[in-house]
C-alpha cells in the first residue's frame, strides 16, 4: 500500500467567519498525497485550486477538518512548527517564481538552507550547485534573475523547491507563464526528478495535455472533489 504524506479528512476552509460577508470555499474536501505520486489538481477558475493548495503547504489554516503530515495533526500546529514542516518537507513553485532579485541563481537555491539552519553550509551550497547542474544552469550561478530567461528562472525555482529534499512540491500553474516547449521541459524536468528522488508533485494547471501526463488527476469543482482517478 502507498504509504501517504498527507492526509486531509473533510476540509473546510470559510473566509470572513463570523461575518455577512463569510464564504466556504473548500467543502469538506479528503484525499492524500502518497510517497512517489505525481498528481494534476485542475478544475475551472474559481474552484477554490489555489486556496486547497495553500491548505496543502501550510500557508493557510483551514476552517475546519483535519490535515495529517506524516500522521501528525497540524490544524492546531503553532505557526513555528507550520514553518519548520513546510521547510523540512513541502517544496512550492509557483507560476511567478519569486526569485529574490538582489541573489543570484545559487543562493536563491541556498535560500531555504539559510531559512532551516540560519547560515549558508557548505554542504547546502554542494546540493545547491547539484541542483543547478541538474537542471542546466551550473554556468549560469552568478547571473541574478534579471539576467536570465523566463524558462531559466523556472528552472532555478525548481531548483530552490528541492533544496531540502522535500517529500512533497506543490506546484501553482508552473508552467502558466510559458510558450509550449519551455513548458513541456519544466514537465519533464519535474518528472524527472520525480522519477529519479521518488519526490511526490501535485500540480495544479490548465493546461490538459500535461494534466493527462501525470499518474493521478484530481478535479475539484465549486471546492469539492468531483472526480479522482489514477490514469496510470
Known amino acids: 500500500m502507498p504509504t501517504p504524506i498527507i492526509a486531509l479528512n473533510d ?22 498525497v502518497n510517497e ?45 512548527e507550520r514553518t519548520r514542516a513546510r521547510l523540512s518537507t513541502l517544496g512550492f513553485i509557483f507560476q ?37 547542474e541538474a537542471v542546466g544552469l551550473k554556468e549560469a550561478m552568478r547571473k541574478k534573475p534579471n539576467e536570465l530567461s523566463g524558462g531559466m528562472q523556472q528552472r ?8 531540502l529534499t522535500p517529500k512533497v512540491v506543490l506546484a501553482d500553474e508552473p508552467t502558466g507563464n510559458l510558450d509550449t516547449k519551455t513548458a513541456d521541459d519544466i514537465f519533464v524536468l519535474l518528472r524527472r526528478f520525480n522519477q529519479e528522488r521518488g ?6 494547471t490548465h493546461d490538459p495535455r500535461l494534466a493527462e501526463r501525470c499518474d493521478r488527476k484530481i478535479s475539484l469543482v465549486d471546492g469539492v472533489i468531483a472526480d479522482d482517478r489514477q490514469i496510470r
Not at 500557508?59 to 477538518?65: K, R
Not at 526569485?99 to 545547491?128: C, H, I, K, W
Not at 519526490?199 to 495544479?204: G, R
Open 11 to 32: 476540509i473546510r476552509k470559510t473566509y470572513n467567519a463570523g461575518t455577512p460577508i463569510a464564504q466556504e470555499v473548500l467543502h469538506g474536501v479528503s484525499f492524500t
Open 36 to 80: 512517489g505520486e505525481f498528481t494534476a489538481l485542475i478544475g475551472p477558475s474559481g474552484s477554490g485550486k489555489s486556496t486547497l493548495l495553500n491548505v496543502l503547504g501550510l500557508l493557510e489554516s483551514a476552517t475546519s477538518g483535519s490535515y495529517q503530515l506524516h500522521g501528525r495533526e497540524m490544524a492546531q500546529a503553532s505557526e513555528d
Open 96 to 132: 511567478f517564481h519569486h526569485l529574490l532579485p538582489a541573489f543570484n541563481a545559487l543562493e536563491n537555491v541556498q535560500m531555504p538552507g539559510l531559512m532551516l539552519e540560519g547560515d549558508y553550509t557548505s554542504a547546502r551550497r554542494d546540493e545547491a550547485l547539484a541542483l543547478l
Open 156 to 163: 532555478v525555482a525548481i531548483a530552490r523547491a528541492l533544496a
Open 199 to 204: 519526490t511526490a508533485f501535485v500540480i495544479v
